[in-house]
């Protein structure tokens, strides 16, 4: 079980970028997908999270409108579209998959984690 997570990089502020998070080694089709940050000195924080089956979705308040998550089932790749991007965005973000069930905000729900991809957003 695989999560690789890429796009990352560095961006001045009201810049974009798109990460991509590709699974593998396991059908993903019924998990729900999810993306973390983690910034330095602080706890890793819910992003957004997306379903598998019918594509609902969910955006800490900090990003609703500036983020888009959606995903590509035939490719088992899931992706976050950052839009007007803040300095306190800069973190290391994650992407990780949770069985269906388990509420999609919390971290412990989620059973594989990608390796992380730094953002950086320069004032």
């Known amino acids: 079980v695989q999560l690789q997570a890429s796009g990352g990089g560095l961006v001045q502020t009201g810049g974009s970028l798109r990460l991509s998070c590709a699974a593998s080694g396991r059908t993903f089709t019924t998990y729900n997908m999810g993306w973390f940050r983690q910034a330095p000195g602080k706890e890793r924080e819910f992003v957004s999270a997306i379903t598998w089956t019918s594509g609902s979705t969910l955006y800490s308040e900090s990003v609703k409108g500036r983020f888009t998550i959606s995903r590509d089932n035939a490719k088992n790749t899931v992706y976050l579209q950052m839009n007007s991007l803040k300095p306190d965005d800069t973190a290391v973000y994650y992407c990780?998959?949770?069985?269906?069930?388990?509420?999609?905000?919390?971290?412990?729900?989620?059973?594989?984690w990608g390796q992380g991809t730094q953002v950086t957003v320069s004032s």
């Open positions: 990780a998959a949770a069985p269906p069930l388990r509420p999609m905000t919390v971290a412990r729900s989620y059973s594989d």
